[in-house]
C-alpha cells in the first residue's frame, strides 16, 4: 500500500537492466559503486561503466532476456520502449523491480541520495516530483558538505600546530581564516584531499611566519636607521649650538676689547685732560713769574 524506506546491501548483488540510456546508466554507476554486479541490455554502454565493470547484452533474444533476469537479484526497467519494459515486467515475478516508467507497477524506488561521512541521507516525494526530490537534494546539500567535515579535521589540525606555537588567540585566529578562505585549500578539501591540504596549511603557517618575521626584521633595520638619524640629529644640534656659544663668545670677547680699548681711551683722554690742566697751570704759573 506503500512505500518505505530501507537501506539495501548491494555488495554482490546481480542487477540486470533494461535499456542503455540516462537513467539505466545512472542506476548501472550507482550500484557498481556499492559493489553490485550490472549487466545492461541495449545497443551501447558509456565506456566508464565498461571499466567499472558493466556487462553489456542485447536485447534481441526474449530468451536471453529472460535468462538475465532470472540471473538477476534485482531488475531496472528503464527503455523508452514501453512494450520491451511491458515484456519485462511480465517476467519478474517475485523480484525486486524498479521500473523507470510506471514507478508504480515496480516494487522498488531508487531516491536521490548523498552521504556525509557516514551518514546518507535520502529524498522521496513518493513520485510526485523528481525534480523537486533533486532541488531539495542540493539544498541540503548546500547546508552541509563533506568539505565542511574536511575542514573540521584540517582546522583541528591547524589548531593544535597552532597552540603550540602562537601565544596570542588574536593572531592564531588570523591564521585559522586564512585556511578557511584559501581557494587552493578548498579546492582540496572538494576532491577530498585531507592530506595534502594539511601539508598546505602547514607550508601557509609557516611562510606566515616567515612573513611576519622578515617584515620584523625590515622594521628593525628601520628602526635602527631612525634611532641613528636621530643621534645625527642631536649631535648637529649640539655641533649648531656650540656654534652659536663659539660666535657669542667671539663677539662677548670683541665686546670685552672694545670696552678695555675704550677704557684705555677714556683713560689717556683723562691723562691727556690732566697734561692740559697741568700744562695750563705751568703756563700760568709762567706768566705770573714773569
Ligand atoms: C519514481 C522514480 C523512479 C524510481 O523509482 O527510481 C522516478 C520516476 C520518474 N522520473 C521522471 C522524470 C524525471 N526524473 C528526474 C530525475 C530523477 N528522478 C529520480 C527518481 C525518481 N524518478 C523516482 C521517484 C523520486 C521521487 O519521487 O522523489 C531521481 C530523484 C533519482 C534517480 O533517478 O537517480 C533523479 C534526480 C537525481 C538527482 O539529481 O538528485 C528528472 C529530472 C531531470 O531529468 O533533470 C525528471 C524530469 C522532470 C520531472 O518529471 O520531474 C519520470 C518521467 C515523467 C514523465 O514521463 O513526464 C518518471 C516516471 C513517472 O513519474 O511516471
Ligand atoms: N526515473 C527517472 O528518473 C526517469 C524516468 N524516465 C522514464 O524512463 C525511460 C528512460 O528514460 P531515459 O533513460 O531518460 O531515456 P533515454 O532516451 O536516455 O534512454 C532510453 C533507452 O531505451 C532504449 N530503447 C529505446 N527504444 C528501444 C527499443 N525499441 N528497443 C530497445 N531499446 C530501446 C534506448 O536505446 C536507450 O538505451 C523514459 O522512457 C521515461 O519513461 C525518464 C526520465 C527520468
Not at 540510456?21 to 559493489?35: C, M, P, T, Y
Not at 561503466?49 to 537479484?73: C, F, M, P, R, Y
Not at 563533506?146 to 588567540?169: F, G, P, V
Not at 634611532?227 to 667671539?250: F, P, Q, S
Request: hydrophobic fraction near 35%; aromatic fraction near 6%.
Amino acid at each position: 500500500m506503500g512505500w518505505t524506506s530501507l537501506f539495501l546491501n548491494m555488495d554482490k548483488k546481480k542487477v540486470f537492466i533494461i535499456g542503455t540510456g540516462e537513467v539505466a546508466s545512472r542506476r548501472a554507476n550507482r550500484f557498481l559503486e556499492k559493489g553490485a554486479e550490472v549487466i545492461l541490455a541495449g545497443n551501447s554502454i558509456p565506456r566508464g561503466l565498461e571499466e567499472k565493470g558493466a556487462i553489456l547484452k542485447s536485447t534481441k533474444s526474449h530468451k536471453n532476456l529472460k535468462k538475465w533476469v532470472q540471473w538477476a537479484d534485482i531488475v531496472v526497467i528503464a527503455s523508452g520502449n514501453e512494450e520491451l519494459n511491458n515484456y519485462i515486467s511480465s517476467i519478474c515475478d517475485g523480484k525486486l523491480l524498479n521500473r523507470a516508467d510506471y514507478p508504480e507497477n515496480g516494487n522498488l524506488i531508487v531516491p536521490t541520495s548523498f552521504s556525509i561521512e557516514d551518514v546518507e541521507i535520502s529524498i522521496f516525494t513518493n513520485g510526485k516530483s523528481p525534480l523537486m526530490a533533486r532541488e531539495i537534494r542540493k539544498k541540503i546539500q548546500n547546508i552541509i558538505t563533506s568539505e565542511d567535515l574536511l575542514q573540521i579535521e584540517l582546522q583541528d589540525y591547524a589548531r593544535n600546530i597552532l597552540k603550540a606555537k602562537i601565544k596570542d588567540q588574536k593572531e592564531r585566529k588570523k591564521y585559522l581564516y586564512a585556511i578557511l578562505e584559501d581557494t587552493k585549500i578548498n579546492d582540496l578539501l572538494k576532491e577530498k584531499k585531507i592530506e595534502e591540504a594539511k601539508v598546505y596549511a602547514e607550508d601557509l603557517i609557516k611562510n606566515e611566519e616567515a612573513k611576519v618575521y622578515a617584515e620584523d626584521l625590515i622594521k628593525n633595520e628601520e628602526a635602527k636607521v631612525y634611532a641613528e638619524d636621530l643621534i645625527k640629529n642631536e649631535e648637529a644640534k649640539v655641533y649648531a649650538e656650540d656654534l652659536i656659544k663659539n660666535e657669542e663668545a667671539k663677539v662677548y670677547a670683541e665686546d670685552l676689547i672694545k670696552n678695555e680699548e675704550a677704557k684705555v681711551y677714556a683713560e689717556d683722554l683723562i691723562k691727556n685732560e690732566e697734561n692740559n690742566v697741568h700744562d695750563g697751570e705751568l703756563l700760568k704759573k709762567e706768566k705770573r713769574e714773569e
